[in-house]
């Protein structure tokens, strides 16, 4: 039996804006698989190295491309992560870099308990717009797209629109 078709979505901006979030209930409205590769880096333990600077666990970028080849291959993955040239090209249909105003993400991440330079970073990180520009050195430009993500209203949008865009998706290839 030849399973139908399905794609393959990015998620990424930086940390804070809101790709969980989004992630999980577009997995719910399209049926789509939500993976968060922190989360499965953890589970694999898919480090190589510790970064003391940061104090975090550096990602075997490598194994996690190993690891989840096979299945976006197949496709119908939804993946979120706060970067984006690690994957090859070939997985993703489309890449949303979502965008949150500084004085919002600020509120947010502190409120993740967040401090000091990893705060500081971060919004810097958004400032700077790196991710956007990360996402468009990586993918063709007529994939990637910004979304705003500020308010729970924006959220709503931003799953009808990717909501309405994999159902054509699916009938154009299918
Ligand atoms: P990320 O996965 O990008 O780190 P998240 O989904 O964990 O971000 O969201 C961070 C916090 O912001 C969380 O408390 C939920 C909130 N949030 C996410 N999207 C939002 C939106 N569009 N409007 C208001 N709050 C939002």
Redesign the pocket.
């Known amino acids: 039996m030849k399973m139908r078709k399905r794609p393959n979505v990015l ?1 990424t ?11 999980k209930e577009l997995a719910q409205r399209t049926g789509l698989t939500y993976v ?1 590769i922190g989360d499965l880096a953890q589970e694999g333990q898919l480090y190589d190295g510790y970064d003391e600077e940061y104090q975090c666990p550096i990602l075997d970028e490598d194994r996690v491309v190993d690891e989840l080849d096979e299945q976006m291959v197949e496709g119908g993955a939804i993946i ?1 992560y ?1 970067g984006c040239d690690l994957f090859p090209e070939r997985w993703f249909h489309i890449v949303f870099v ?1 965008r ?1 105003d500084n004085t ?1 993400l600020y509120t ?1 991440l502190e ?2 308990g967040y401090t000091g330079k990893k705060l500081q970073d971060n919004v810097q990180c958004e400032i700077f717009q790196t991710i956007y520009e990360e996402a468009m050195e990586a993918y063709s430009d007529e994939i990637v797209h910004q979304l705003t ?7 709503e949008r ?1 799953l009808e629109q990717i909501v309405q865009w994999t159902e054509q998706w699916m009938k154009d290839h299918n």
């Open positions: 998620l901006g930086t940390p804070g804006v809101g790709k969980t979030t989004l992630g968060n979120d706060h979502l949150t919002q947010r409120s993740r993500s500020n308010t729970p209203e924006d959220l931003n």
